[in-house]
């Protein structure tokens, strides 16, 4: 069974400062990892995902995150935020060994300071 | 990309009445769907996951006589909220798992629902 924790409930952060949303993840098989971002009334949008290869992603809106198999993390970053990133972001995971359904964190709600 | 369309994306109904939210995959062919129900501030809860052409396989603790789920096409599922009750009321999404190069799950705009 696999299971994701985002570690923050709400990082508030100031315009053009860098951000970090942490995910970890746990899963006795290889995984596929997903982020995604809600704004508020909406669906969900893919930032960008992790399926083999670099680990080192790019996704949309200048947002990276960086696989880490070791410490079992898929951290999410941005250089420097705007006000229009304010939004709630979720980390998903799908085991490779077992259901095509993705396990989704709790979500990390990123508020932006002007 | 694989686009999926959600209607409505608000919805006021009479406790007692039911409401049917629909989902559409625009440029792709959808055989599995997913339904989700998200409360304030929290994540995703699955509903259930549908796979077109047969029943849907419902999460534990929701009851599928009152949320109807039909997946008759490749492009289209539907969940039927049966004899809504305010304690209904919330956003449902739904997603489709997407296959080749965009490998990944897209989700519908969701929908509002609200019962009086």
């Known amino acids: 069974a696999q299971s994701v924790t985002q570690l923050d409930s709400q990082v508030p952060v100031f315009e053009e400062a860098p951000v970090e949303l942490r995910c970890n993840y746990s899963?006795?098989?290889?995984?596929?990892l997903f982020w995604y971002v809600q704004y508020p009334n909406q669906g969900l949008q893919l930032l960008l995902k992790?399926?083999?290869?670099?680990?080192l992603v790019k996704g949309i809106n200048g947002f990276e995150a960086e696989f880490n198999k070791s410490q079992t993390s898929f951290h999410l970053r941005k250089p420097s935020v705007h006000i229009s990133d304010t939004a709630e972001y979720f980390c998903?995971?799908?085991?490779?060994?077992?259901?095509?359904?993705?396990?989704f964190g709790r979500g990390t709600s990123l508020i932006v300071h002007p | 990309g694989a686009v999926v369309s959600q209607h409505p994306s608000r919805v006021i109904c009479k406790s007692g009445t039911s409401v049917k939210i629909e989902c559409r995959s625009l440029?792709?062919?959808?055989?599995?769907m997913f339904w989700y129900r998200q409360f304030p501030k929290k994540s995703l809860m699955l509903m259930a996951t549908s796979n077109e052409g047969s029943k849907a396989t419902y999460e534990q603790g929701v009851e599928k006589d009152k949320f109807l789920i039909n997946h008759a096409s490749l492009t289209l599922s539907t969940l039927t909220v049966t004899s809504a009750h305010p304690e209904d009321s919330s956003f449902y999404i739904c997603?489709?798992?997407?296959?080749?190069?965009?490998?990944?799950?897209?989700f519908g705009s969701g929908t509002r629902l609200t019962v009086v």
């Open positions: 992790y399926l083999s290869g670099s680990t």
């Open positions: 997603s489709a798992r997407v296959g080749g190069i965009d490998y990944g799950y897209t």
């Open positions: 440029d792709f062919q959808a055989t599995t």
């Open positions: 998903a995971v799908r085991d490779l060994g077992g259901s095509y359904i993705p396990t």
């Open positions: 899963s006795s098989v290889s995984v596929y």
